[in-house]
């Protein structure tokens, strides 16, 4: 993508306490992959004039 912006990160301590009680609620053998996860994002703006 021609005009792309993408942005990678840890989660922040409150969306790893969030995951922590949806995990425990549903699927609690996820909490163990919390720590592997990471934010991934993508900025694109598709009709961008310079």
Known sequence: MKYSIPDKRELTKSEIEFLTYLFGKEKS????LIGNLKVIARCVAENVRL
């Open 29 to 32: 053998e996820w909490n163990k």
